[in-house]
């Protein structure tokens, strides 16, 4: 291996740190959706260290995203429905409860860039039916 590659292989594998960090930071946050940020690991670290890539494919709870999403370029119904539920709760306290601390242009800001992520996880094919 050059030097070069070694480089390279450290850099796919700190991207794919920093996407899997973020997927997990995103997993009670509903403005950082988890499931791209997982599969965007899963690709960094494919391009990385095979060890990395076969462990985010066999984890317990991202393995069948990204297998799904590798298979099929899916995102499951469950996934979908869950999203939905967690961006709802979460938008819905801090409106509600911090009305006039939170001026328009954040509200709007902040209901634009969920809408994104949610536009884009519901646009993902749903995929084989789970078991």
């Given at each position: 291996m050059t030097e070069n590659t070694g480089h390279l292989r450290f850099l796919w594998n700190g991207?794919?740190?920093?996407?899997?960090?973020?997927?997990?930071?995103?997993?009670?946050?509903?403005?950082?959706?988890?499931?791209?940020?997982?599969?965007?690991?899963?690709?960094?670290?494919?391009?990385?260290?095979?060890?990395?890539?076969?462990?985010?494919?066999?984890?317990?709870?991202?393995?069948?995203?990204?297998?799904?999403w590798m298979k099929?370029?899916?995102?499951?119904?469950?996934s979908k429905i869950l999203a939905t539920v967690l961006i709802v709760v979460a938008l819905s306290i801090p409106f509600y409860f911090m009305t006039e601390e939170l001026n328009p242009p954040s509200k709007w800001a902040t209901l634009?860039?969920?809408?994104i992520g949610w536009c884009y996880i519901m646009t993902r094919p749903n995929g084989p039916q789970e078991e």
């Open positions: 991207l794919g740190f920093v996407a899997l960090s973020l997927g997990v930071i995103g997993i009670p946050l509903p403005v950082l959706p988890t499931t791209p940020f997982v599969i965007l690991a899963a690709y960094f670290f494919s391009k990385g260290s095979p060890r990395y890539s076969r462990w985010i494919q066999q984890h317990k709870y991202f393995g069948p995203m990204v297998q799904n099929h370029r899916s995102i499951s119904m469950r634009i860039l969920v809408a």
